[in-house]
C-alpha cells in the first residue's frame, strides 16, 4: 500500500480504523501469481502488446476529503483536481523513464460535467512550476465523452473522458485497483469496530443504507 498511494498513507494509517494490524488474505504472493485467471490475465495483455510499468492511486480518507469538499466547493471538483494531478505527475515521473511518441489518458466522466478545459488548464498550472500551460483543444464535448488534444512536451496527447469510462481497458484497471485498496481499508475499519463494540457487529461495505446502519450502532462507543 505505501508503494501505492505514497502520497497519503502515513495520514490514513494514523487514524486507529485504518492502522494495518493484520492483512487482508492469508495467500502468499506465489498462490496470487499461480491463480489461473491471472494467467490468462497477463497471456492477454501480451497479445495485446500491453505492459503496466506503474501504478499510483489517491486515498482521501473521512476527515481529508471532508476539508477536500469546503476547500473545492463540491465532491466533482474534489475528483477532478486530485485524479488530474495525479495523472499530470505520473507522466513527470514516468516520461524520464519510458520514452514514447505519443500519450493517451483516459478518465471516467466525473458527474454530469461535459467541460473540462478549465479544469485540465488549472490542474497542469498547479502541477507543473514555471511552465507555460498548453493549449487544450476540445475535439469532442458530447453527452457520451469529452475528449481534448495538447502537446506534452512536444509529444502528442489525447485526454478523453468517458460515461462508463469502465468499458475501457485504464479506467477499468484504476477502478479495480482503488476497489482493492478500498477494500481493505474497510476491512481494518470492520475489525476495528468489532474489537470495541464486539463480534456481533455486522461488518459494512461502507454504502449508504448500510452506513448508516453501521454508524448507529457504533454511536454508543463514539465519544
Given at each position: 500500500?505505501?508503494?501505492?498511494?505514497?502520497?497519503?498513507?502515513?495520514?490514513?494509517?494514523?487514524?486507529?480504523?485504518?492502522?494495518?494490524?493484520?492483512?487482508?488474505?492469508?495467500?502468499?504472493?506465489?498462490?496470487?501469481?499461480?491463480?489461473?485467471?491471472?494467467?490468462?490475465?497477463?497471456?492477454?495483455?501480451s497479445?495485446?502488446?500491453?505492459?503496466?510499468?506503474?501504478?499510483?492511486l489517491?486515498?482521501?480518507?473521512?476527515?481529508?476529503?471532508?476539508?477536500?469538499?469546503?476547500?473545492?466547493?463540491?465532491?466533482?471538483?474534489?475528483?477532478?483536481?486530485?485524479?488530474?494531478?495525479?495523472?499530470?505527475q505520473?507522466?513527470?515521473?514516468?516520461?524520464?523513464?519510458?520514452?514514447?511518441?505519443?500519450?493517451?489518458?483516459?478518465?471516467d466522466?466525473?458527474?454530469?460535467?461535459?467541460?473540462?478545459?478549465?479544469?485540465?488548464?488549472?490542474?497542469?498550472?498547479?502541477?507543473?512550476?514555471?511552465?507555460?500551460?498548453?493549449?487544450?483543444?476540445?475535439?469532442?464535448?458530447?453527452?457520451?465523452?469529452?475528449?481534448?488534444?495538447?502537446?506534452?512536451?512536444?509529444?502528442?496527447?489525447?485526454?478523453?473522458?468517458?460515461?462508463?469510462?469502465?468499458?475501457?481497458?485504464?479506467?477499468?484497471?484504476?477502478?479495480?485497483?482503488?476497489?482493492?485498496?478500498?477494500?481493505i481499508?474497510?476491512?481494518?475499519l470492520?475489525?476495528?469496530?468489532?474489537?470495541?463494540?464486539?463480534?456481533?457487529?455486522?461488518?459494512?461495505?461502507?454504502?449508504?443504507?448500510?452506513?448508516?446502519r453501521?454508524?448507529?450502532?457504533?454511536?454508543?462507543?463514539?465519544?
Amino acid at each position: 500500500l505505501a508503494n501505492l498511494a505514497a502520497l497519503d498513507i502515513d495520514r490514513v494509517q494514523a487514524n486507529p480504523w485504518y492502522q494495518n494490524v493484520q492483512e487482508l488474505t492469508d495467500r502468499n504472493t506465489a498462490d496470487v501469481l499461480s491463480d489461473s485467471v491471472l494467467i490468462f490475465a497477463r497471456e492477454k495483455m501480451s497479445k495485446l502488446k500491453i505492459e503496466l510499468l506503474d501504478f499510483r492511486l489517491r486515498v482521501l480518507d473521512e476527515a481529508y476529503f471532508n476539508d477536500s469538499v469546503i476547500r473545492f466547493g463540491n465532491k466533482a471538483e474534489v475528483l477532478g483536481q486530485y485524479s488530474l494531478n495525479l495523472g499530470w505527475q505520473v507522466l513527470k515521473d514516468s516520461l524520464p523513464r519510458y520514452p514514447c511518441h505519443s500519450i493517451e489518458i483516459y478518465c471516467d466522466r466525473q458527474g454530469g460535467r461535459k467541460m473540462y478545459s478549465g479544469l485540465l488548464t488549472y490542474t497542469f498550472e498547479t502541477s507543473h512550476d514555471n511552465i507555460s500551460v498548453p493549449l487544450f483543444c476540445a475535439t469532442s464535448e458530447s453527452s457520451q465523452s469529452s475528449c481534448y488534444s495538447m502537446e506534452y512536451f512536444g509529444i502528442p496527447t489525447s485526454i478523453r473522458f468517458e460515461v462508463d469510462g469502465d468499458s475501457l481497458f485504464a479506467p477499468a484497471a484504476s477502478s479495480i485497483v482503488a476497489k482493492w485498496m478500498r477494500e481493505i481499508l474497510m476491512l481494518r475499519l470492520n475489525r476495528y469496530w468489532q474489537n470495541i463494540v464486539g463480534q456481533s457487529l455486522k461488518p459494512t461495505a461502507g454504502y449508504a443504507v448500510d452506513a448508516a446502519r453501521f454508524s448507529k450502532e457504533i454511536e454508543p462507543w463514539v465519544s
